[in-house]
T-cell receptor, first 113, second 111 residues
Framework: SQTIHQWPATLVQPVGSPLSLECTVE??????LYWYRQAAGRGLQLLFY??????ISSEVPQNLSASRPQDRQFILSSKKLLLSDSGFYLC????????????FGPGTRLTVT | KQEVTQIPAALSVPEGENLVLNCSFT??????LQWFRQDPGKGLTSLLL?????REQTSGRLNASLDKSSGRSTLYIAASQPGDSATYLC??????????FGKGITLSVRP
């Protein structure tokens, strides 16, 4: 069976500090990978998605970046956090193709102080 | 641009009641629609997936329907229980393989 992991589960960081959130998927290969952010009172916002190693598409211009160094690893980064980066970050995976379900990880709660 | 709407934002019902959660979307050119459940502080759990060629899907006490031409989906929950209390989100997948989410309906089932 497939599982998706995210860490850390919670994070408190000061403004201007760097960020690295990691997501890994087990039990499948060549997944599509996604990073979402869920801010209080707002819906899920797609930040990045990837269809393969080194292939990243950005949905929202901002101070965040994503990388996919391995097939089942997806990393969300920032060089300098802003207060507005606070939120709940969710990683998801789906099988290749248009018909597949998306499966979500447990999320990381980020608070920028 | 696809927009997904879920109204009302919150719903409170007594235990045992059958209920319907609504979802509407503006662009009928979708590949599928997914219903998710989210408990406070947790990730999303996929409940049901309806492909664009299907009209409904069932899992236990849950039944989801899709009317693509009118841009509507409903999630029917039979004999609601306090454990059903959560936020329910619907999302549609377009030709770009991306999901567009509604803001969710927060359901509270009173014992």
């Amino acid at each position: 069976s497939q599982t998706i992991h995210q860490w850390p589960a919670t994070l408190v960081q000061p403004v201007g500090s760097p960020l690295s959130l990691e997501c890994t998927v087990e039990g499948t290969s060549n997944p599509n990978l996604y990073w979402y952010r869920q801010a209080a009172g707002r819906g899920l916002q797609l930040l990045f998605y990837s269809v393969g190693i080194g292939q990243i598409s950005s949905e929202v211009p901002q101070n965040l970046s994503a990388s996919r160094p391995q097939d089942r690893q997806f990393i969300l980064s920032s060089k300098k956090l802003l207060l507005s980066d606070s939120g709940f970050y969710l990683c998801a995976w789906a099988r290749l193709g248009l018909a597949g379900q998306q499966y979500f990880g447990p999320g990381t709660r980020l608070t920028v102080t | 641009k696809q927009e997904v709407t879920q109204i009302p934002a919150a719903l409170s019902v007594p235990e045992g009641e059958n209920l319907v959660l609504n979802c509407s979307f503006t662009d009928s050119a979708i590949y599928n629609l997914q219903w998710f459940r989210q408990d406070p502080g947790k990730g999303l759990t996929s409940l049901l997936l309806i492909q664009s060629s299907q009209r409904e899907q069932t899992s236990g006490r849950l039944n989801a329907s899709l009317d693509k031409s009118s841009g509507r989906s409903t999630l029917y929950i039979a004999a609601s229980q306090p454990g059903d209390s959560a936020t329910y989100l619907c999302a549609v997948k377009g030709a770009n393989s991306k999901l567009t989410f509604g803001k969710g309906i927060t359901l509270s089932v009173r014992p």
